[in-house]
């Protein structure tokens, strides 16, 4: 079995992919690890929409930032994941925001992108979080409903270069016992 500490610290951004496509057993497990996310009591807010159309990608290529080094991956992916969300129902209680941040839909989506890129990591599968692009373009492409929010494109593919680790922060350069 897998050491969880050993999956994190393996997971990296990844680019480039070999051109093989990723068997549906695999995608599934992947959706699966979403499905298992926790989240503000249990709103479950998150909608994924599995891309492999080539003529879906490369429109979605073109809502990419100019300079996002992620720009080229969006095509050479088999898959794209496009997670989504449902406004108005993480963070809320008795349909009013509970929370000082307004709707937590970026943190159980956030979750639901970790377990996503956690487990395609340890199935063989690499990701890179894309999250600079024009949102409401890329939206209208994929026909993402009101009410719903496009969030982050996840390439998914098998990874043709792994790159090494970027350096880390020690510990007690983030960490404070009892007050700031």
């Not at 690890?33 to 998150?46: F, M």
């Not at 994941?81 to 008795?94: D, Q």
């Not at 390439?155 to 404070?176: D, L």
Request: net charge positive; with cysteine; glycine share 6%.
């Amino acid at each position: 079995m897998t050491d969880l500490m050993e999956v994190i610290k393996g997971r990296r951004s990844i680019r480039k992919y070999e051109e093989k496509d990723i068997p549906e057993e695999l995608v599934y497990r992947v959706l699966d690890a979403v499905r298992w996310t926790p989240s503000w009591v249990n709103t479950q807010c998150w909608e994924v929409i599995v891309v492999k159309d080539k003529i879906i990608k490369e429109r979605l290529q073109a809502a990419i930032s100019k300079g996002n080094p992620a720009a080229k991956s969006i095509v050479a992916a088999p898959v794209v994941l496009a997670v989504c969300s449902r406004l108005g129902k993480s963070g809320y209680y008795k349909d009013k925001v509970s929370t000082k941040f307004g709707d937590w839909y970026m943190f159980d989506l956030g979750l639901a992108t970790q377990n996503l890129c956690l487990m395609a990591h340890h199935l063989g599968l690499g990701t890179v979080i894309v999250g600079l692009f024009d949102h409401d373009r890329a939206g209208k492409i994929l026909k993402v409903p009101a009410g719903y929010e496009l969030v982050v494109l996840i390439p998914m593919g098998y990874p043709a270069k792994t790159p090494s680790a970027p350096k880390r922060r020690e510990i007690n350069e983030f960490t404070h016992y009892n007050i700031f």
